[in-house]
């Protein structure tokens, strides 16, 4: 069973840190890049990170560049998104998606394969 389980979500005030984690399982992590969405209330999800297949590259949106940073541990089959000088409009649910053989990396999210729950985060201002 394919799973990905996004952590490490919460309340924090502006201009803290938080890291979130996505542990995967049920499938060849080595094959997979691993992409960060993100989806405000009201707002369409959007695309703020991503890490290619055996990492060769990484994406941040423009929003997040210089703030956020991914990275990935394939001995834990488990990504990181590092989340830097948080601002109020950070806050969002943030998931955790999964795409087979993908060398570059993109933000389209209809192409991605798995899907994760999703985690809280919640920057004050």
């Known amino acids: 069973e394919v799973q990905l389980q996004a952590s490490g979500g919460g309340l924090v005030q502006a201009g803290g840190s938080l890291r979130l984690s996505c542990a995967t399982s049920?499938?060849?992590?080595?094959?997979?890049?691993i992409g960060w969405f993100r989806q405000a209330p009201g707002k369409e999800r959007e695309g703020v990170s991503c890490?290619?297949?055996?990492?060769?590259?990484?994406y941040h949106s423009d929003s997040v560049r210089g703030r956020f940073t991914i990275s990935s541990d394939s001995a834990k089959n488990t990504v990181y998104l590092q989340m830097n000088s948080l601002k109020p409009e950070d806050s969002a649910v943030y998931y955790c998606?999964?795409?087979?053989?993908?060398?570059?990396?993109?933000?389209?999210?209809?192409?991605?394969?798995?899907w994760g729950q999703g985690t809280q985060v919640t920057v004050s201002s």
């Open positions: 049920g499938f060849t992590f080595d094959d997979y890049a």
């Open positions: 998606a999964a795409l087979r053989k993908a060398f570059t990396c993109t933000a389209i999210e209809e192409l991605y394969d798995y």
């Open positions: 890490i290619s297949v055996g990492g060769s590259q990484t």
